[in-house]
């Protein structure tokens, strides 16, 4: 693989899968990544943030739960906000009957449950792990058009999470997340095309891209940028 080649050539900035931000990523604040120092510089691939995310509302579930019997009215209306709001209160209660919830939401239309049922079953939240399972969450979220779910499968593919390495289509989904607002999708993207990764080295778009997360407020894209 590449970067089996261009760790062994290349350096330490090309070594690594990434140090990622995962369940610190679920929360407006979360949009300041780690600030942890990587010993192959900003923008290494030992820096890339690359653990799965999840939605949490901003300040926990308890502002949702007084109105627990209004979701409930929505969620059985078939409205998938409705199904999905039920859910976020029952992550921090019971997991377990969080996936019923989530899963009911997610075929109800909500992609946002999809990203978190994803990330439940991959980290084994709630019942047994099934990274299977988990990858084709996100994919479907990021089809329908969710850009955290484009994010988390780059990450997934990215990192092999029982799935064959795909550089290029991590950096295709990394970009795709970074269209639609992702920060950590837009440094990793600059990373990869600050190392060729999957693609020419293109300094420009990877400054772009190093740029637009540090305002955004993506630490190592701020030490990354020029």
Do not use: W
Not at 57 to 81: I, T
Not at 160 to 184: H, M, P, S, W, Y
């Amino acid at each position: 693989p590449f970067l089996d080649q261009a760790c062994s050539i290349g350096g330490p900035r090309f070594c690594g899968d990434g140090v990622g931000t995962s369940d610190k990523r679920i929360s407006d604040d979360g949009k300041a990544a780690d600030a942890r120092a990587c010993s192959g510089g900003a923008d290494s691939v030992q820096c890339m943030l690359t653990k799965v995310a999840r939605y949490a509302p901003v300040g926990g579930s308890a502002k949702l739960r007084p109105s627990r019997d209004f979701f409930q009215k929505q969620c059985d209306e078939k409205n998938a906000g409705g199904c999905y709001k039920l859910a976020l209160i029952a992550h921090e209660e019971s997991p377990m009957s969080a996936r019923d919830a989530y899963d009911k939401a997610c075929k109800a239309g909500s992609n946002e449950a999809c990203v978190n049922l994803g990330y439940m079953y991959l980290m084994g939240e709630g019942g047994p792990e099934d990274e299977g399972k988990a990858r084709l969450l996100f994919v479907a979220a990021c089809d329908g058009g969710d850009a955290m779910g484009c994010m988390n499968q780059g990450s997934y593919v990215f990192t092999t999470r029982g799935v064959a390495k795909d550089d290029k289509l991590a950096l295709a989904k990394f970009e795709q997340a970074c269209a639609g607002g992702e920060a950590i999708a837009c440094f990793n993207a600059g990373v990869m095309f600050n190392l060729g990764i999957a693609t020419a080295v293109d300094a420009t778009k990877a400054q772009e891209r190093f740029k637009s997360a540090c305002t955004d407020g993506v630490v190592q894209a701020c030490k990354a940028k020029r």
